[in-house]
């Protein structure tokens, strides 16, 4: 199994500003990928999380908004750019373990509230 | 993307069989099925894999008809902590990456 690590758990933030969430693996994984939880809703894949090249976005999702990284095997960073109400949501990173058989692991999840 | 349906809301009582039902229609034959678990404030946790027939872990059951276009998961004897989001899935293996559907809240109640 891979237990996933997200920072911070939560934050409150101002319209405008930006924040990054960080999300690290405890082991290696092939794939990372990052995803958005409105409350009550169901998640919603933003991107996958590429190592050493730029992330592969979904429909709706832009680099521009949610820059990603992935500088290693176990470690991604998703930054939410000039924030408004509307980003607020629950963002959860996951990944697939080399060891597994394609189980998908999450971590706890980040909830930002955007005033 | 193979796209699920499934019931938005189930209700049992503690020690009895559930059986949550899912159709996929356009699973494509690579595809895996799989079912994932959420309790409020936490992230989606595994449950149950299969490709075909019947699967079981410690937890669950899934059954795969041979045209694979439906799945049920089955929890035997469910318990207060079984409320939760239940999540099916289909997994496209290349790409590795799964499209959550609604899912659908089970309440166990006593």
């Known amino acids: 199994s891979a237990v996933i690590s997200q920072k911070p758990s939560r934050d409150i933030c101002q319209r405008g500003t930006s924040l990054t969430i960080q999300c690290q693996v405890d082991?290696?994984?092939?794939?990372m990928f990052w995803y958005r939880q409105q409350p009550g809703q169901s998640l919603t894949l933003i991107a996958t999380a590429n190592q050493g090249s730029e992330a592969t976005y979904e429909s709706g999702f832009v680099i521009d908004k949610f820059p990603i990284s992935r500088p290693n095997l176990t470690f991604s960073t998703l930054t939410v750019s000039n924030m408004s109400p509307e980003d607020s949501s629950i963002y959860l990173c996951?990944?697939?373990?080399?060891?597994?058989?394609?189980?998908?692991?999450f971590g706890e999840g980040s909830r930002l509230t955007v005033l | 993307l193979a796209k699920t349906t499934q019931p938005i809301s189930m209700d049992s009582y503690e020690g009895q069989e559930v059986n949550i039902t899912c159709s996929h229609n356009?699973?494509?034959?690579?595809?895996?099925i799989t079912w994932y678990q959420q309790f409020p404030s936490q992230g989606p946790r595994f449950i149950i894999q299969g490709y075909k027939t019947k699967v079981t872990n410690e937890v669950a059951s899934l059954f795969i008809p041979a045209d694979r276009k439906s799945s049920t998961l089955s929890l035997p004897r469910v318990s207060l902590s079984d409320t939760a989001v239940y999540y099916c899935l289909v997994m496209d293996t290349g790409r590795r990456a799964l499209t959550f559907g609604s899912g659908t809240r089970l309440q166990v109640q006593p």
């Open positions: 356009n699973i494509a034959t690579n595809d895996y």
């Open positions: 996951s990944a697939v373990s080399v060891a597994s058989t394609g189980e998908l692991f």
């Open positions: 082991s290696q994984v092939t794939m």
